[in-house]
Structures are given as C-alpha cells and as structure tokens.
C-alpha cells in the first residue's frame, strides 16, 4: 500500500425514493453504454457546449495548473494544495470550526442520515436547498485554479453539483457499509471532486480517503455491483496499487471519482476527521437536473453563473 505525504442520538434515517426511470439510469451509467447516453445528450446541446467551452478560454492559464491538469488526466487524482487559495481554504475551515463546535445540535437536525459513521453539517446553511453564492464553500469551489485544472480535464467550463462538509467519526462495532467500502461514483460519467481536508490526517487510523489510480481502476468501469469489499477488490488489483491521502489540515486535492475505485471514513481511532467536499461534473447531466443547489447573493460573473447554472 503506498502513502501520499503531502503539505446525541440522531433520528431515524430517512429513505430516499428513487423512480424506476432513475434506476435505470444509474445501472446504464455504471457501464459504457452510459458513454452513448452521454454523447447523445451532448450532442443535443452543441451551441451550448461550444458557449462553456469560450468561458472556459476566459480563464487564466499557469504552468502549474497545466501540470496539474494533464496529471489528472493521466492518473485520476492531483495534488493541489500549492496552487489553491490559501485565504479561502482558512475561511472553509473557519465555518467548519464553527460547526464542530455546535456538533450535538446540528447532527440531530442533518437531513442526510443514512450513514451512522459521518454527519452532514452545512444543512441549516440552506435556503430552499440552496447555498448561498457568496458562502465560503462556494466560494473556494469557484476559484480560478479550480475551475481551470477540472475544465482543462473535461474539456469545458465545469458545472458545480454540490458542496458539503462531512464529520468522519469512529464506528467500531459497525460493518463497513457505504462510502467505507469501494466504489465509484455515477452522478456522471465525468465527475471530479475538489476536497479539503480540515483536520490532520496522520496515518490509515484517521480514515484517510483513499483510491486506486485511474489505471488499476479500469478493471471495475462496468461492474454493475456498487460496493466491493477489500477482498472483492484485491483479487483483481492486489493491495500494491492503494495510494491513501495522508496529508495535514488544509491540503487540498482533486480525484476522478468516476474513474478511481475510492473509499474512505474508516476511523480507527479516537479521532475524527473533518472533510470539504465540492462536486463538479460536466453538462449536459445525465441524470434529471435536481432543483437549484445554489442561490445567487451579491455580484456574480457571467462565468460563475455557468458554473452554478444560475
């Protein structure tokens, strides 16, 4: 396995419901025919793509960020702690002290409750669903660095699905069971996260998030099973191809979740671990778009307004 170093009771879960016509989108998306869905929704929308793809040209380029890019590309996941905004990643963490903080109260009110080993704390942040453009979450999703580095790799201006700030905490008498088993993620089938981590992530007892390079990970594109078992997943690719995360409070790092077999939040020890997440995929969704996940505050560019779909 080889490690990346780099700078109150809660109420009963709720089940989600999902229509049948979902469900066979998501099955026909965990293979290549979900490719053939994709360039036909694409292709569809040709005047629109070609209008994200000159405000993707808008942005500033830098070597760095190239480099990053084309690493991304080749690998499924960069580091970018170096090239991100250090004062924005200061200002997510200040919200997400403020939170941990208030831990008991606002983990009895997350609407997301499905998985018992990590809490959801920016719910009471939402209005209608909806963040607010100038929150600090939004806002280091949105940076140029960002934007740029994903874009490069999707070949066109990134949308932004989500932002969330997830409280990893140990559950030793509990099986592993969702995110802490393998798997890849279909919200798309181009999909990248931007993540933060807001507390130090010193060894594999923290519940560091950790993947397998979009090489290896070939061998699981089409399996229609969502979450493996270590052993499921070393019988094809041996445990020598794991990379973990092990990094400080305040390192950053982008990941194609589509493409690298990833898990994470497995706590073994007395600690937790605090993480930001942003989603971006790329338009056309495949999926129904869902109602507005942001909601317009303050001045915003023509450009953030495509990325927020506003």
């Given at each position: 396995?080889?490690?990346?170093?780099?700078?109150?009771?809660?109420?009963?879960?709720?089940?989600?419901?999902?229509?049948?016509?979902?469900?066979?989108l998501w099955h026909v998306n965990r293979t290549d025919l979900g490719w053939v869905l994709k360039a036909a929704l694409s292709a569809l929308h040709l005047p629109a793509r070609a209008k994200r793809v000159a405000r993707l040209n808008q942005l500033p380029t830098k070597p760095e960020w190239t480099e990053a890019s084309r690493k991304l590309a080749e690998d499924g996941y960069v580091d970018v702690s170096a090239l991100v905004d250090r004062n924005l990643a200061e200002a997510v963490a200040?919200?997400?002290?403020?939170?941990?903080?208030?831990?008991?109260?606002?983990?009895?009110?997350?609407?997301?409750?499905?998985?018992?080993?990590?809490?959801?704390?920016?719910?009471?942040?939402?209005?209608?669903?909806?963040?607010?453009?100038?929150?600090?979450?939004?806002?280091?999703?949105?940076?140029?660095?960002?934007?740029?580095?994903?874009?490069?790799?999707?070949?066109?201006?990134?949308?932004?699905?989500?932002?969330?700030?997830?409280?990893?905490?140990?559950?030793?008498?509990?099986?592993?069971?969702?995110?802490?088993?393998?798997?890849?993620?279909?919200?798309?089938?181009?999909?990248?996260?931007?993540?933060?981590?807001?507390?130090?992530?010193?060894?594999?007892?923290?519940?560091?998030?950790?993947?397998?390079?979009?090489?290896?990970?070939?061998?699981?594109?089409?399996?229609?099973?969502?979450?493996?078992?270590?052993?499921?997943?070393?019988?094809?690719?041996?445990?020598?191809?794991?990379?973990?995360?092990?990094?400080?409070?305040?390192?950053?790092?982008?990941?194609?979740?589509?493409?690298?077999?990833?898990?994470?939040?497995?706590?073994?020890?007395?600690?937790?671990?605090?993480?930001?997440?942003?989603?971006?995929?790329?338009?056309?969704?495949?999926?129904?778009?869902?109602?507005?996940?942001?909601?317009?505050?303050?001045?915003?560019?023509?450009?953030?307004?495509?990325?927020?779909?506003?």
């Amino acid at each position: 396995m080889t490690t990346i170093n780099t700078a109150a009771d809660q109420p009963a879960p709720r089940k989600q419901r999902i229509s049948q016509f979902r469900r066979i989108l998501w099955h026909v998306n965990r293979t290549d025919l979900g490719w053939v869905l994709k360039a036909a929704l694409s292709a569809l929308h040709l005047p629109a793509r070609a209008k994200r793809v000159a405000r993707l040209n808008q942005l500033p380029t830098k070597p760095e960020w190239t480099e990053a890019s084309r690493k991304l590309a080749e690998d499924g996941y960069v580091d970018v702690s170096a090239l991100v905004d250090r004062n924005l990643a200061e200002a997510v963490a200040a919200v997400a002290n403020n939170k941990v903080s208030r831990l008991n109260e606002l983990s009895g009110k997350q609407q997301l409750g499905h998985k018992s080993f990590w809490v959801s704390l920016l719910d009471e942040d939402l209005v209608n669903g909806a963040f607010a453009t100038d929150h600090p979450f939004v806002r280091y999703a949105l940076q140029p660095a960002a934007l740029r580095i994903i874009g490069d790799v999707m070949h066109d201006l990134p949308q932004l699905s989500d932002v969330l700030l997830t409280l990893s905490q140990p559950t030793p008498k509990q099986p592993l069971s969702y995110s802490q088993l393998w798997h890849l993620d279909h919200d798309d089938k181009r999909v990248c996260k931007l993540f933060i981590y807001l507390t130090d992530v010193q060894d594999t007892a923290d519940g560091p998030f950790t993947f397998i390079p979009a090489g290896p990970s070939k061998a699981f594109r089409n399996s229609l099973k969502s979450h493996l078992s270590d052993a499921q997943v070393f019988a094809k690719t041996g445990p020598d191809v794991v990379k973990e995360m092990i990094a400080p409070r305040l390192s950053s790092f982008i990941v194609n979740t589509a493409r690298c077999l990833h898990m994470g939040s497995r706590i073994e020890s007395d600690r937790s671990r605090l993480l930001y997440t942003a989603t971006y995929i790329q338009q056309p969704r495949i999926f129904p778009e869902p109602p507005p996940r942001f909601r317009a505050v303050g001045a915003l560019t023509e450009l953030e307004r495509a990325v927020m779909r506003l």
